[in-house]
């Protein structure tokens, strides 16, 4: 669970400080925001195939490892 956190943390500031500079720079919200998203506009089928399939297998891990220790929890007590 503390990996899945961090992860949407250092994801969540890496986002801000992009939208961040693009504001800076002079671009509005919608721009700056479709600048962040345009990269995964531009994957092949294969690409967003294993870029979905990567990201299964992490949350799917997260929630056996999370279920697993509360079921080891559940037992224990």
Same mark, same amino acid.
């Given at each position: ?10 994801? %969540?500031?890496?986002? $801000?400080?992009?939208? %961040?500079? +693009?504001?800076?720079? %002079?671009? +509005?919200?919608? +721009?700056?925001?479709?600048?962040? *998203? #345009?990269?995964?506009? *531009?994957?092949?089928? $294969?690409?967003?195939? *294993?870029? =979905? /399939?990567?990201? /299964?297998?992490? =949350? %799917?891990?997260? $929630?056996?490892?999370? =279920?697993? #220790?509360?079921?080891?929890? #559940?037992?224990?007590?």
């Amino acid at each position: 669970m503390k990996i899945l956190g961090i992860t949407l943390l250092m994801m %969540g500031c890496l986002m $801000a400080f992009s939208l %961040g500079l +693009d504001i800076l720079q %002079g671009f +509005d919200i919608s +721009d700056a925001w479709s600048n962040a *998203v #345009s990269p995964f506009r *531009v994957m092949e089928m $294969a690409e967003l195939v *294993v870029l =979905f /399939f990567l990201l /299964f297998l992490f =949350f %799917g891990e997260t $929630a056996y490892t999370l =279920f697993k #220790s509360r079921k080891k929890r #559940s037992t224990k007590q």
